[in-house]
């Protein structure tokens, strides 16, 4: 038998954290192991009972989730806790800077349940970002209203040719199956080309690896630094797939 998806549920409303502890726990495959009304209760308790996914809201007392994200990410004993934060508003200033920090991905307070126990399986897979329907929206309103970030010196010169392919196609949204096709590969191969990009670019998950690609200038908002064609348009949208 599988063990259930560990969820820690962090959010300064006491009503919310009930509501989403009963919705984890009523759910086969999950299980919540404790709820957190601060930040900082949200990192004593991540270190304590070591989640699989923790639902982390933004704006906490003492500690807010942005840095709450940020200490529990950078602990290497946590290497395996995903964070998916959870915001009341569409396009909340602070969403992107969780997702640097080492967010795994995002949701709306208002989603519906079975997208929220979705979004928990999906984040917990390493797959939250770029899920079709989850996140894709997010990522178009980063790309339009945020400009590329200068490379780190040599953030992509231990790249070869068709990493940078995979990864480029990784940030505007395919999914693995995609990108197999796009490039002509099996999904072996893409999968294998994943791990190296995890490995070289030290990303946690997919979500790091688009961040990675817009702060480096390789995506841009309906744009593509292909390092064989140049710039061109993205594919079109598959089903469920934002346009962007």
């Known amino acids: 038998m599988t063990d259930p998806i560990r969820v820690l549920v962090a959010d300064d409303q006491a009503l919310l954290r009930g509501s989403f502890r009963l919705l984890v726990d009523s759910t086969p495959g999950l299980r919540a192991v404790g709820e957190a009304r601060t930040g900082i209760e949200a990192v004593e308790l991540a270190h304590r009972s070591t989640p699989d996914v923790v639902l982390m809201d933004i704006r906490m007392p003492d500690l807010d989730g942005i840095e709450a994200t940020r200490l529990i990410c950078a602990t290497p004993a946590l290497g395996s806790v995903r964070i998916l934060i959870l915001t009341m508003f569409d396009l909340d200033s602070y969403v992107f800077g969780a997702l640097r920090a080492g967010a795994s991905g995002f949701l709306l307070k208002d989603t519906p ?16 970002l770029l899920t079709p329907g989850l996140t894709g929206r997010l990522i178009a309103e980063f790309a339009r209203h945020t400009q590329p970030l200068p490379a780190p010196a040599g953030s992509l010169e231990g790249l070869t040719a068709r990493e940078r392919e995979v990864l480029t196609l990784v940030a505007r949204g395919l999914a693995n199956t995609e990108i197999a096709a796009a490039l002509h590969l099996s999904p072996a191969t893409v999968k294998s080309h994943l791990g190296h990009l995890f490995a070289k670019l030290a990303a946690r998950d997919r979500a790091q690896l688009v961040i990675a690609a817009y702060e480096a200038g390789l995506v841009t908002a309906g744009l593509s630094r292909d390092p064989r064609r140049g710039p061109g348009p993205p594919p079109p949208p598959g089903p469920g797939r934002a346009a962007w």
């Open 113 to 128: 349940p079975e997208d929220l126990l979705a979004g928990i399986r999906v984040v917990a897979a390493g797959e939250g």
